[in-house]
Every structure is written in structure tokens, then in C-alpha cells.
T-cell receptor, first 115, second 114 residues
């Protein structure tokens, strides 16, 4: 079974440009999450989808970030316009089920570098 | 959310047993303790979860004392491939309703030496 897949693995863009990150969760997982780690900081929650609905987007840093999950399958995270402080690694995770030992399966991350 | 405190880093020789202790003095009654492992250039990976006493799986053991203010992740006979960052997380398992987010701390960087 394929795991969580993220694309691209690394993106380098100039300040002011737009970048779209994509996440393909594990098939059948209703829950999809975005996290990120900026340089030297801890991994921080961005938002949580349940199917196509945004369950919690309290971690989104500002309105330059837009996440979508049309059809409840893959998700995109768009940063427009990108700023230098957006550089970091963006992780996507998915999960299915609930309760004890519910695992969140993480992708390998997309490294975003804004120059 | 309960705050966790872990060692910043640890070194161990191959074949040794490694114990990483996490302090969580403010753990709440409904909180579980979960450990994730992260290899370089990869996302975190679930290792083990427990509530109290001892939990063991094919990867690790988790020891939780009666007061639950700390927990110890035990990795038996580590190999070079166990070099990674290990995160201790405290919180309520996802119930399927409402929001669910994992709160990562700084983690413990384990380096296994030949």
C-alpha cells in the first residue's frame, strides 16, 4: 500500500512568487493534516481536513496560505505570495479511525526555500 | 496542553539498550503518551502509545510509572538505523469528532555510533 505522498520534494522560489504543494494521502483516509517546521523551530500544526471539509485551520499563519481538498482526496497548500519566513519543511499526514493507537502517517515532506 | 521535556540529544553504541525519558508533569487524566520517530529527510513515524504501566511492540517498549508524570521509551539493542529524532507527545487520542492535532516538542536526537 502506498504511503502519504508529497510533491515536490523540494521547491526553491523567489520572494513574491506562488507555490503549490500537493499531498496524496493514504487511500481511504478521511483525515488529512498539514504541518510545517521552519528552520530551527518545532513541527507545528497548520490544519486538519475531514474529507473535503476544513475541521481546524487554527494553525494557518496568515491569509497567504490556502489549503484545499476538493473531493476529499488529495490536498493542495498554496502560498501566495511567498515570503522569506515561509521557508521550511511542509509535512502532510493522514489518518483513519479513531481512539487509542490511531496513527497519523506522515509523508516525506516538501522542503520550501524562498529566496 | 501538557508540556513535555526531553533530553536534547543522546549518543549510544550499537547493540546497547537506549532509554529516553520524557517529563510531563502536567499530564491530564485523559491524556495518552505517544512517541514518534523521525529519520532525516522523512516525516515523523508513530512508534508506540500508552496510558499507564508498560506497553511493548515489535519496535520498542514504553514504561509509564503510576503517577504518569514521566515516561521512558526503551529501544532494545539499537543499530545504526535507529539514528533519528524521537518525539514524546502527550494528548488525547483522536475521537473522530472535532479537531485533532499533534503537538511536537524539540525531540531527542539519538545518534547510534558503530
Amino acid at each position: 500500500e502506498a504511503g502519504v505522498t508529497q510533491f515536490p520534494s523540494h521547491s526553491v522560489i523567489e520572494k513574491g512568487q506562488t507555490v503549490t504543494l500537493r499531498c496524496d494521502p493514504i487511500s481511504g483516509h478521511d483525515n488529512l493534516y498539514w504541518y510545517r517546521r521552519v528552520m530551527g523551530k518545532e513541527i507545528k500544526f497548520l490544519l486538519h481536513f475531514v474529507k473535503e471539509s476544513k475541521q481546524d485551520e487554527s494553525g494557518m499563519p496568515n491569509n497567504r496560505f490556502l489549503a484545499e481538498r476538493t473531493g476529499g482526496t488529495y490536498s493542495t497548500l498554496k502560498v501566495q505570495p511567498a515570503e522569506l519566513e515561509d521557508s521550511g519543511v511542509y509535512f502532510c499526514a493522514s489518518s483513519q479511525g479513531r481512539g487509542v493507537n490511531t496513527e497519523a502517517f506522515f509523508g516525506q515532506g516538501t522542503r520550501l526555500t524562498v529566496v | 496542553l501538557a508540556k513535555t521535556t526531553q533530553p536534547i540529544s543522546m549518543d549510544s553504541y550499537e547493540g546497547q539498550e537506549v532509554n529516553i525519558t520524557c517529563s510531563h508533569n502536567n499530564i491530564a487524566t485523559n491524556d495518552y503518551i505517544t512517541w514518534y520517530q523521525q529519520f532525516p529527510s522523512q516525516g515523523p513515524r508513530f512508534i508506540i502509545q500508552g496510558y499507564k504501566t508498560k506497553v511493548t511492540n515489535e519496535v520498542a517498549s514504553l514504561f509509564i510509572p503510576a503517577d504518569r508524570k514521566s515516561s521512558t521509551l526503551s529501544l532494545p539493542r539499537v543499530s545504526l538505523s535507529d539514528t533519528a529524532v524521537y518525539y514524546c507527545l502527550v494528548g488525547v487520542p483522536y475521537s473522530g469528532a472535532g479537531s485533532y492535532q499533534l503537538t511536537f516538542g524539540k525531540g531527542t536526537k539519538l545518534s547510534v555510533i558503530p
